[in-house]
């Protein structure tokens, strides 16, 4: 009988700390989960590395009629990452990516209200930002995500995640400076399959966990050397 290698979320947080141990203890890293369910394994990885850690919240910005294809994205921080290939060769209007990206945005600032509430975005220039979520499938919301935070110009960028498929690693390579994940199943048919209780983070534990690491967040100095290990 199959069991799945992850128990939960927690458990598969720590095993993926176990594979990023090469950031510990550097003053200029910080985790940046994607909510919801990359919220508690992000968690886990900062405690390890003993890093700050935040939420990256992202929304893509779908093209009308079509909103599976992702015209661009827009994060955290007042971050807009357009794709401008396929705006023009689709020929999308200014007012109406404007539009898509006032109604994202209104969701974007009602969830970070909910998650962080008056805490500001976290400063990512010049600091390692690890992304993290419990895992990948399609990988496009992780993409978004890597090129808001290539726009704030970190230091580097690392895309982490307990299992995601095989050719996900090409896919990020040439995004982002490192990739990591715990597994890469041949056999991958979704997330969830790998863990054996992998059900929804709520808000409610997102906002907890938050809370418990946000007296860490912001107090590393970026501009510090990294602790050679």
């Known amino acids: 009988m199959f069991r799945p290698p992850f128990f939960d979320r927690r458990d598969a947080g720590q095993a993926l700390a ?3 141990t090469r950031y510990a203890f550097r003053p200029d890293v910080i985790v940046l989960a994607l909510p919801r369910g990359g919220v508690p394994v992000g968690y886990e990885v900062a405690q390890a590395l003993r890093a700050p850690v935040d939420a990256l919240l992202v929304r893509k910005l779908g093209v009308p009629g079509h909103e599976e294809l992702a015209m661009g994205a827009i994060a955290s921080g007042g971050v807009r990452v357009l794709n401008q290939p396929l705006i023009e ?3 999308i209007n200014n007012d109406t990516i404007e539009q898509v990206t006032a109604r994202e945005r209104e969701v974007l600032q009602a969830r970070e209200l909910t998650y962080r509430g008056n805490r500001p975005p976290p400063t990512v220039r010049d600091r390692c930002a690890i992304l993290i979520d419990d895992g990948l499938a399609t990988g496009a919301t992780m993409l978004a995500a890597v090129d808001a935070v290539q726009q704030q110009h970190p230091r580097c960028v690392v895309v982490a995640a307990p299992v995601a498929p095989p050719d996900m690693h090409d896919r990020l390579a040439n ?3 490192d990739v990591v994940f715990v597994m890469t ?4 048919a979704g997330v969830g399959q790998w863990y054996e ?3 929804p983070t ?3 534990q997102v906002r907890e966990l938050l809370a418990r690491a946000a007296p860490a967040v912001g107090q590393a100095d970026p501009k510090a050397s ?4």
Do not use: K
């Open 18 to 20: 176990r594979s990023l």
């Open 226 to 229: 990294p602790t050679r290990r």
């Open 197 to 199: 209780n992998f059900e």
């Open 185 to 188: 199943p041949h056999d991958f």
């Open 89 to 91: 060769q689709i020929g």
């Open 175 to 177: 995004r982002a400076d």
């Open 202 to 204: 709520s808000d409610q």
